[in-house]
């Protein structure tokens, strides 16, 4: 069998199997390395790296077992919704009984005058309208929207809040730096200019999860990097495994690759993730993404408490 060079440890029933997967799928998709895991009960059975982790002329460098890939939106799944899920345990707040708005709300009204800007702009039958949008709601409509979003809308992608803050956008309102930028800001900018969708419909939101990092903040008194770093990944002895993308990576980091305008593969840059880090930013080794998955599974019983954490169904 002519599978790609591979470094690691695996059961020997299983390997052969995976082996050939892996070479199919890499010969298929032109990948130039991956790493793969396998657990059964939480027992490790495989840990293996295949191919290249980079690829740079004649010059390759192998895929090891603990080599970090950049995982991007399953970051929200594994590292930001978790990590503020138990933030939210041990401050016992319920996120389904939470609203984020409103004097009462999680933010405690700082956020409730951009919202009476957004809807003054934009509502339908604003009298101070000044941009029509034609699938904009009413003004009574949309404050009513904003005043039953749940913390627990923003972990289902349910909240109405649509793609990504506009970071460019947001440094120019507040004339900040991109450097300066807070995401309390992004949000402010976001709410200022978008319209909401209403509620209760799921929409994938980047923005919805990079809130998340508000949240965080607020309750542990951190940053968001430095709370999971911290609190989240260190309790798990992953905290030196699991690394947010940086401009500068060590020798544990894989390349990232993409396909350019004749179908060949070229390398993407490594850069810092800033705000964009909760929504996709943090790189690992298919072994650390499964000893986090069975981290959860110990500590949180039932299919549902799991798929309350943005794993979207």
Known sequence: ???????????DKLEEKVDGFVEALIKEKNFPGMTVAV??????????????????????????????????????AVVTAPAAFQ???LHKIDPKLTNLYGAKGFFGGIFDADIDIGIKKYGSNSPSTTIKEPNAPNSTQWK????????????????????????????EMFDVSI????YEQIHRHFLRTQILQQPGTERYSNHGMGLLTVLIQK????????????????PMKLHNAVQPERVNPDSCDASE??????????VVPFKDHYLGLAA????????????????????????EEIDSMGWLK
């Not at 690759?257 to 070229?266: D, Q």
């Not at 080794?285 to 299919?303: D, G």
């Open 257 to 266: 690759y993409k396909f350019n305008g004749n179908g060949k593969l070229s």
């Open 219 to 234: 309750l542990s008194g951190k940053s968001y990097s430095d709370y999971v770093r911290e609190d989240y990944l260190k």
């Open 179 to 182: 450097d300066e930028l807070t």
């Open 39 to 76: 657990t059964k009960q939480g027992r490790l059975l495989l840990s293996k790296g295949y191919g290249s982790a980079l690829v740079d002329g004649t010059r390759k460098l192998p895929m090891k077992p603990c080599s970090r890939s950049g995982i991007g939106s399953v970051t929200k």
């Open 280 to 303: 996709g930013g943090f790189m690992a080794s298919a072994e650390s993404l499964l000893k986090i998955t069975n981290s959860l599974v110990k500590k949180y019983k039932t299919a």
């Open 144 to 171: 009513e929207w904003y005043e039953n979003i749940t913390i627990q809308d923003l972990l289902d992608h349910t909240s109405g809040f649509a793609s990504s803050g506009d970071q460019t956008g947001a440094a």
């Open 1 to 11: 069998m002519n599978t790609p060079n591979s470094t690691g440890e695996a059961w």
């Open 87 to 89: 933030l939210m345990e």
